[in-house]
Structure formats: C-alpha cells, structure tokens
C-alpha cells in the first residue's frame, strides 16, 4: 500500500472528526479550522476521488437543500481499509516522529 | 432570485472542468458556500471567490485526465514505431504513396494561392473597375477595351464614378536613350488618373502631375535602369519611335500577379485629339474605373449597358453593350479578346486540383487497404488489450493516431518532394513560387488541413473496424478476419484503377489533340519563317524593297516578303464597311498589309479573282484581298460575288475586292478563322498608328545558327537605327499552344504518379493475399496444379477488378475530355481505340505488378508452405 499524502491524511481526518457530517463544506471549513490550510473545491474533490476509487471512502447520498441549489449533500465516511490505512500512518508517523521533543530539548540545552 | 446564485458562465466553466465523478457535488458545495460569502461579504467578493474556484485546481484536473493518456501515448508510439520498422515493404509503401499525393497537393495549393493573389495589392481593390464591351453587328464579340469616348462620358456625367483612366497599348515601340534601341511590347500610352485608380508605388516623381503633359512618361524601375543605367532619369528625354519625351517618374516594377503589366506609361494627352470624341468603333482603349464609395454597382451597370445608344447619333446597326467588370477577378475569369496578358485557366486550375486530390486520395485507399489486409497479424494484439481493457474509443484513437504519425513522416517526405520538383513545376506553369511560399499563413494551415485529412482519411477505415473486434475470436485465432475487408477492398481498388483509368483516357486523348494541332495544315506553311520586325515609319517612304533585295542576296535565303502582321499575330482590327450594305456594316475585322510576295511566300491560296500584281494601276492603293469569311461576313452568297465591291475601312481606305483568298487559320486551331482583309502596302504619311512592319524571309540552312548571325550583322551594318529582333513562325505557334503542352504535361505526370500509387496498392495487397493462400496453394500444387494454372488463379481477380474499373470510368472520362474539348474550334473526335488501349495497358501494369508475386508464391515448394500441417 502507498503511503498516504499529507493532503489525504488532513482528509480523513477532517472526515473522522466530523462524523456523520461529513459533505464537501464541511470537511474544508474543517479543515480550515484545525491547520489553516485553504483547498479549493476542485482539489479537494480530487483528492476525495482518489481515496474513494483506493476503497478508504465511501459515500451516502443526503437530502437536497436550496442553498445548493437543489442538489443534494454526498456525505463521506472512512471505510474499514481506510481506518486501518489511517492507523498506518499514525503509526509511521509516530515512529518517525519518535524522539524529537527529546532531541530538541537536548540541543537547546547544549546551547 | 438570481441575484442569490453564482453567475451562470461560471458554473458552466466548472462543471465543464470536473469530469470527475463527483461533478454535482462539488457544484453543490461551491455554491453553498457562495451563498454563504454572500450573505457575509456581499456578492461581489462572493463571485470573486467563485471564480478563483475555477483556477486553483487546474493544474489537478489536467493531471488527472492527461496523466494516463501520456503513459498509453508511450505505448501506442512505440508499438507504430515497431510494425513500421517490422513491415518495411508495407510502410515504403505508405510513406511513399502518401507523401506523393501530398507532395502534388502541395504544389497545387501553391499554384491555386498564386492564381488567387493577383490584382490583390491594388488599395480601394473592391472599388476599381475596368469597362468591357460587347460588340453585336453581323457577329459577335467581347471586348476587353471600348472606343475612346467611354472614358471621359462616364467621368463627366456619372456621379457614381470617382476617377477614370484611358491606357492603349502603344504598339510594338522602338524605344531609344543614345545607343540604346530596343522595341519594347508592355508600354501604354495611359491617362495621369491611372494613378489615382491602380496602384503604382512611385519611387520618384509626383503621381499627382507626372502624365499631365503630352510628351512625358513615367518608367518602371528596370526600364529605368535598362536605358539610364546608374543616372537619374528624371528630366532626361527618351525616345520613343520618332519623338522625343521626358521622363518624369519612375515607379516600382509591377509585380508578377497583375493583370496589367505595365513597362512604359506615356502621357495620353500626347495623343489626345478631337475625333477622339466620336470614334466609338475605335476599341483599343482600356478604361478603368474608380467607383465612388457605396455604389450601388447593378444599378450603374444597367446604366451604362446602353451607353453608346444614349450618347452616338447613329449606331450603324450595331448593338453594343457595356458592361463593368471588377478588377479582382479579371486575371481568373475574364476571357475578353484584347486582355493585356494571358488570363488563367480557372478550369485547367480545377481539373488538376481535383486529380491532385484524386491522386491523395489514392495514397489513402492504399494505407486503409493494406492496414485491413493486415487485419489478422493486428488482430492478436487487438485482442490482448482489450482483455487488459482498453475501451473501444482508446482503440480508434490509437489506430487513428498511428496513421496520424505516418501521415506525418509523409507529410516531411512530401514537403522535400515538392520542395525538389518546385523548378520543374514552375516551368510547366509558368510561375515564380518559391520555397518561401510555403511558409504564409494560410498555406500552412491549409498544409496543416492536407496532413490531418490523409491521416484521418486512411486511419478511419481501419481504426473503427479493427476496434470492433470481438477478444475471444481474435485470440482465439481461427477467425478469418481477413475476409471481412474483402468487399470494401475491393471497393477501394477498383476506385484506383478507375482513377488511373480516366488518367490515361485523359493524357491519350490531350496527347492526340496535340499531335492533330500539330499536323493540321493550317493553310499555310509555317516552316523556316523567319519574321524581322520593322518599324515601317525608320525607312524611307516606308520602301521596303532595297530591305528585300538586301538579304535576298544571301544564297540562305530563299524568299522575303514584307507585311503588317503574319499569321499567328494578328491582332489589329478596323470597323470596315461594304458600300451599299451599310446597315448591317461597320464591322472590326482584322486588317493586314502585305506586299506582292506575301501570297506565295506564304503559299496562301486564291479562290476567286486575283492577288496584287506588279502594273496593274489601282492595286496599290484601292485594292483588297479578302479571305473567305469576310465573304460570310458580309452576307454575301460566294466568293465570285464579293469580287468588285466597294470596301471603306475605318483607317481611312477605300477599294474593290479583287481576289479571295481560302481561310487559314492565321489565329491557330482554338479559334474559329475571323474576317481578315488585305491591303497593298502601308498607309501613306508617317502616322504613329502605323502598323509595324514585319519582314518574313524563307531561310533554309544547315547551320541555322551562322546564317542568323550573319543576318544580323548585314543587319547592324545597314540599319544601325533599327533594332534587331527576330523569332520563327512555327515558334509563335509552338507559343499559342503552350496552355493545351503544359495540361499535357501535367496530365502525364499525374497520370504516371497515379498509376504507379494504384501499382504499389497492388502490389501490397496481391503479396497479402499470396501470403494468406500459401497453404491452399500449397495444397493445390501437391494435388497437381500446374504452376501457369496457378499464376492464371491468383491473377484473374485481379485482372476482373480492374476491367470492371475501367469499364465504369469510361462514361465519366468521355463526358469530360468532350467538354474539354469543346475550347478548341477544330478538334479531333474521341475513338473508342483510347479507351481499349487504357483497358489493355491498364491490365498490363496490373498484371506485370501482380505476377513478381503470384509467380514467387506459385513456384515455391510446397513442403515449406504445407510443413507444418
């Protein structure tokens, strides 16, 4: 399995967190909100296509509201495979990441 | 309501932009969080932020769509690369064939361009007019000129006309600076508002004033050089004939595609005189016109239809009509007699563009055959992908694409092809075209439009059938695909063969016009003519006999006559008159002088009455010769009755008939013989409309070459005054039937480069189709066939597919070499011995190009072809 992208972790993890709310709006405010990256609608989608098409996403069809301009909201949650992908790269993050504060402390203690 | 949603344009452009298969969602959240800005922000920043929507992910959607396409691409040019170097007889032959037939269209639509640019420089183009006429007496013609008094009418009493301008040919002028003498053919005698109508760019001089004065003239650049060499002409006088002029301008050379080639303009008010204002009969005028802007052009032409009705006292029983014609189209359409250069020949323009087309074409049907023979060696790698799952639409454009790619490789070969054969191709169509030309705009996307049509073209057939195949019957391998081509390639080549067919037809029949041109006696003998051009007003009371007797002393020389004009230039024309038949007279007919030689030296004919002879009182000065359709002309029953009638010509000369003479054809085989009257000698008195005289000597020799250079130095020696210039009257002829030489020319090539594509066609698809029955005939041989009998099986298809091609193109190819044709006055019937002799050549070729391979697949042994069974 490729590893994911940082984009495609900020994803799943907006969708994660929001739950059952979890429809294009939402996920970029979201996102917007935790690490102040801005995407565009059209990236976003990409991305979203992409982890579907992996089999990390899977989709449900709302009702439609006007404001969208009768279209109805697509409503995104994490499969199976994409919890274990996403625990994957916690993990590997982790491991990564693993001594760092320690390390820092160390060098500004040196100095 | 609007007001509260995202502009339209944008919401398209997006939806346009994410294929993806989340297309509505992603437009549903985009406009609810427009809506959302709107209430927040206003709906100003909301659009902004909606088109910036647009643009962000641009460079994610292109990537998602092209990525992959780019990776098949690799593949697809690679696996083209691999069968073309695989098949190597197969590519040669479509690289070849295509890149012949684009190397011919090429050259056309550089020719077509050429043909289509002339007259475009002039400024105001759509504004400028020349008037033509059309002259009804007792017969018919059009004109490309009118009598003097047009001009100045329309310029004084038509509001619609902004400017005219009068130009006549000044005829055959000596034109001398010190020792420089030279007769001169592109010079006019033109009016100052030629300036204002055509465009001439002045290098010196004032365009407003320089022909306002008789006796001054304006020169093209290389005239200028020519006589003044490195000195400025300007304020310089320059002879021309017996007058001098001074030259007050000089302008820029015209360009080669005009119309209206102009060497010389000498001022008109030099010429200008009272009888001018009446003498409508005198049509040697052209008249060009400048229209005002905004002019309702069918209104004024049916104003000035009948001009000479409304303004001439009496018509003398002529109908003439007048008419205006755009200066745009004269060098295309315009076919008037007395054009000033010779006009294209729109039809000869289309016929070879269509053969040029055809002969693509061709090419094509060659690619699309020999890829649908080759269906079965494609047909495997077909299947594997659509196993691996392509779809069918990447299929199509993959084989579209292949042939894409070797249309482009043709594409280079034809460019260096046309590139090679540009000298050639100039000769034969008389033309300057360079290899620059191919780089204007619109002849590059016209070049651009050739590729991507023989590339579609001949990948259409083969990429829509071989992306139909079914996987399981491709892999499966038994399938006889091959078969299901079959009709269609039939189809294809016998729409070859039908065209190389109708090439042959064509050339036979063009070539046989032109031998029958050739050796059509054309009532006179044109042999060993040699024509000595003499200014009759440079020799002494235009005495031309110590001139005769002069060269006549050469033993070379075997007679000498002298004459206006000699057949194959007879131009000039007088409204002429027979006394007592005046209603129904006042016809131009052309009028020449000659002397007592003429008739013999010419071995002219007389048919009633006498010719001129020495003694007889009365036969120098009121005397005419006439030819028989003078006779007709005037109406009258045979030539014994013309004999002794009164004649008045518009040159001021009166006589009785006293001979006729038997037509000949002095204006060659495309022309009906037209009225021509003889008279005995020059007009009396130096007049500048004096025809030129032409000195005609017999001379026979060995060495043609020291007897003109001995000619010329008795000449010098005599005549120092005189310009030498000299050329043959079968040359004049060879010249008048250039146009029919060059079709035949080009007919022939096209037609060999048609044949040898249709061969090649052949060629491939005879050696698939050995290759496809090596087994049966493997079978066949051991069974006891005889290697003849299985030549004779192999080829017979062959041979009935291009018999049945020929027989179809017969009709087409009569209908169109009849009309073809029709341009001559005198022509050859078409026999049917053309069209056996293309079905038995034709037949020929095929069966010469089919055997190399029946014969090499017949003799093979059938252990190698059956070993496997």
């Not at chain 1, 969208?68 to 495979?81: I, M, P, Q």
């Not at chain 2, 030309?437 to 619109?442: E, H, I, K, V």
Request: glycine share 6%; hydrophobic share 45%.
């Amino acid at each position: 399995m490729k590893e994911l992208t940082k984009a495609e972790e900020m994803l799943l993890l907006a969708i994660l967190r929001l739950k059952d709310n979890a429809y294009g709006v939402a996920i970029k405010h979201n996102i917007q909100e935790t690490s102040d990256k801005v995407f565009p609608y059209g990236t976003l989608y990409f991305i979203l296509d992409q982890l579907t098409n992996k089999g990390l996403l899977e989709k449900s069809k709302g009702l439609p509201t006007p404001e969208r301009g009768g279209r109805s909201k697509t409503y995104y949650h994490l499969t199976k495979k994409g919890k274990t992908v996403l625990n994957a790269a916690f993990q590997t993050q982790q491991k990564i990441w693993n001594g760092y504060i320690d390390l820092v402390r160390e060098e500004k203690a040196s100095e | 309501m609007r007001k509260k949603r995202p502009p339209r344009v944008a919401e398209r452009m997006l939806s346009l932009l994410s294929k993806s298969s989340s297309q509505s969602d992603l437009l549903g959240d985009s406009e609810e969080e427009f809506s959302f800005r709107l209430a927040k922000k206003g709906r100003f920043r909301a659009v902004i932020w909606y088109v910036s929507q647009i643009f962000f992910p641009l460079p994610f959607l292109l990537i998602s769509s092209f990525k992959w396409r780019v990776i098949m691409f690799q593949n697809y040019a690679k696996i083209t690369l691999r069968n073309i170097k695989k098949h190597k007889a197969f590519s040669f032959i479509n690289i070849t064939g295509l890149a012949v037939g684009m190397a011919c269209c090429i050259l056309i639509v550089l020719f077509f361009q050429d043909e289509k640019s002339f007259d475009n420089y002039h400024q105001d183009l759509d504004r400028l007019y020349r008037v033509t006429m059309h002259y009804k007496g007792n017969w018919e013609v059009d004109f490309a000129y009118v009598g003097p008094p047009v001009g100045p009418i329309l310029r004084r009493d038509f509001f619609q006309v902004e400017k005219a301008a009068r130009l006549q040919r000044i005829y055959f002028p000596v034109v001398s600076y010190g020792r420089k003498i030279f007769y001169e053919t592109k010079c006019f005698w033109a009016e100052n508002e030629i300036f204002d109508i055509l465009t001439f760019p002045f290098l010196v001089g004032d365009p407003a004033s320089a022909l306002m004065k008789p006796k001054t003239l304006a020169l093209s650049e290389n005239m200028a050089k020519k006589y003044f060499g490195s000195e400025n002409p300007v304020g310089k006088m320059l002879r021309i004939d017996e007058e001098d002029f001074e030259v007050t301008a000089v302008y820029e050379n015209c360009p080669e595609n005009t119309h209206l080639k102009c060497d010389l303009l000498a001022s008109f008010k030099t010429i200008e005189n009272m009888d001018m204002a009446s003498a409508w009969g005198w049509t040697t005028f052209y008249t060009y016109l400048k229209l005002a802007p905004n002019v309702d052009v069918e209104a004024f032409g049916k104003q000035i239809l009948n001009l000479q009705d409304l303004y001439q006292d009496d018509t003398k029983g002529q109908d003439n009509t007048y008419y205006l014609q755009k200066v745009r189209g004269i060098h295309l359409h315009s076919h008037l007699a007395g054009e000033a250069e010779p006009p294209g020949n729109p039809t000869a323009i289309f016929i070879t563009a269509t053969i040029g087309f055809l002969i693509l074409l061709m090419a094509c049907i060659n690619f699309m055959n020999l890829s649908t023979a080759r269906f079965s060696s494609r047909a495997q790698e077909v299947g594997m992908r659509k196993v691996v799952g392509a779809s069918r639409r990447q299929l199509t454009g993959q084989f579209l694409g292949e042939s894409l790619l070797i249309s482009f490789l043709s594409f280079f070969a034809a460019l260096a092809i046309a590139g090679a054969s540009l000298p050639v191709f100039n000769e034969i169509a008389g033309k300057t075209l360079s290899m620059a030309s191919f780089f204007q705009p619109g002849i590059l996307v016209f070049l651009i439009l050739i590729l991507l049509f023989a590339g579609f073209t001949s990948g259409s057939y083969p990429a829509f059938i071989l992306s139909a195949f079914r996987p399981v019957a491709s892999l499966k391998g038994d399938a006889k695909i091959g078969k299901k081509g079959s009709g269609i390639r039939k189809t294809l080549v016998v729409v070859q063969f039908a065209v190389s067919a109708f090439l042959l037809i064509g050339t036979m029949i063009i070539s046989r016009q032109m031998n029958f041109m050739k050796n059509t006696s054309l009532g006179f003998s044109k042999e060993q003519k040699l024509v000595l051009p003499v200014k009759s007003s440079y020799l002494k009371d235009m005495n031309f006999e110590p001139l005769k007797t002069d060269f006549l002393r050469f033993p070379q020389v075997y007679g000498a006559a002298v004459s206006s004009h000699v057949p194959g230039r007879g131009a000039a024309g007088w409204a002429t008159t027979l006394v007592g038949h005046e209603e129904e007279t006042g016809q131009p007919m052309a009028y020449w002088f000659v002397d007592y030689d003429f008739l013999s030296l010419y071995e002219l004919e007389i048919i009633a009455g006498r010719y001129f002879e020495q003694g007889i009182a009365g036969d120098k000065d009121n005397a005419f010769i006439i030819n028989e359709s003078t006779v007709r002309a005037f109406g009258l029953k045979s030539p014994e009755d013309a004999l002794e009638r009164q004649i008045e010509v518009g040159n001021g000369r009166e006589g009785r008939v006293i001979g006729v003479v038997k037509d000949f054809h002095y204006e060659g085989l495309q022309q009906n013989i037209g009225p021509l009257l003889m008279a005995f000698g020059p007009e009396k008195g130096v007049n500048r409309f004096n025809p030129t005289g032409l000195l005609t000597l017999t001379v026979i020799s060995d060495n043609m070459e020291e007897t003109l250079s001995l000619l010329k130095q008795k000449w010098l020696e005599f005549h120092p005054d005189i310009p030498y210039s000299f050329y043959f009257v079968d040359d004049i002829f060879d010249m008048k039937y250039r146009a029919e030489a060059n079709t035949y020319k080009i007919f022939s090539i096209f037609s060999f480069l048609g044949l040898f594509i249709s061969c090649l066609g052949l060629f491939g698809l005879a050696s698939f189709v050995a290759e496809q029955q090596t087994k049966e005939i493997g079978i066949r041989k051991v069974l006891g066939a005889s290697i003849s009998g299985i030549v004779f099986q192999l080829s017979q298809k062959f041979l009935k597919w291009v018999l049945f091609a020929n027989l179809i193109i017969f009709p087409v190819a009569y209908i169109v070499m009849r009309s073809w044709l029709q341009n001559f006055a005198y022509r050859i019937s078409i026999s049917p011995l053309v069209f056996a002799v293309s079905t038995f050549l034709s037949i020929g070729i095929a069966l010469l190009t089919v055997s190399f391979q029946t014969i090499r697949t017949a003799t093979a042994n059938p252990v190698d072809s059956l070993r496997y069974e």
